[in-house]
């Protein structure tokens, strides 16, 4: 099946920085990459995700690429505000119709 | 919001008792997920259903079962409990219409097991 490794496990930025979470995956049959948000006491909330017909996408300070090459997938957090203190998972749709998720990167900004 | 409900928010039981947890999802989306989250890590595929059917299921043992219905409710009942189980369960309902192939979480059950 898919393995999907995260890192770093914890980050932390001033606020107004910048925030990069990187993601490998080792199944070339994924072809769907995810990222979530999970605040404290919540499920996880979709902020983006990118197909593997696309290297980059962007959504106001949020952007994702993908490198199918290598089989990894980043997710860019521009001028970082203290609300997007969460944990972020990636996630990749691989075989089995199914959903790998990473073990989490905990960000936290500091104002 | 995500339109996914779960019930209950939270739940305490006893080793070797069992367990149902319900979720509703959206309607139209066929496909229904259930995930288990250990504190301090990502979710666990525990199985999926479309059409009331199971269709992927991961490393988990059968005293996991669920059920789907035809209203896009779902159930994840959970027999012999064991402390390991203590969890968050997540329901992500799958919204696989046209090209779209999106999930959306409900807010999970938190069980612990003592």
């Known amino acids: 099946g898919e393995n999907v490794e995260q890192h770093p496990s914890t980050l932390s930025v001033q606020e107004g920085d910048s925030a990069v979470i990187k993601c490998t995956y080792s199944d070339s049959a994924s072809n769907y990459f995810p990222w979530y948000k999970q605040e404290l006491g919540k499920g996880p909330q979709l902020i983006i995700d990118?197909?593997?017909?696309?290297g980059e996408k962007k959504d106001q300070r949020i952007a994702v690429t993908l490198n199918k090459t290598a089989k990894h997938f980043s997710l860019h957090i521009t001028e970082t505000q203290p609300e997007d203190s969460a944990v972020y998972f990636c996630?990749?749709?691989?075989?089995?119709?199914?959903?790998?998720f990473g073990t989490g990167t905990s960000l936290t900004v500091i104002p | 919001e995500t339109g996914v409900t779960q019930s209950p928010t939270h739940l305490i039981k006893t080793r070797g008792q069992q367990v149902t947890l319900r979720c509703s999802s959206q309607s139209g989306h066929n496909t229904v997920s259930w995930y288990q989250q250990a504190l301090g890590q990502g979710p666990q595929f525990i199985f999926q259903?479309?059409?009331?059917?199971?269709?992927g299921r991961g490393n988990f043992p059968p005293r996991f079962s669920g059920l789907q219905f035809p209203n896009y409710s779902s159930e994840l009942n959970v027999n012999a409990l064991e402390l390991d189980d203590s969890a968050l369960y997540l329901c992500a309902s799958r919204d696989q219409r046209g090209s779209t192939d999106t999930q959306y979480f409900g807010p999970g059950t938190r069980l612990t097991v003592l």
């Open positions: 990118i197909r593997s017909n696309v």
């Open positions: 259903y479309y059409r009331e059917e199971e269709n």
């Open positions: 996630a990749a749709l691989g075989t089995g119709n199914q959903f790998y």
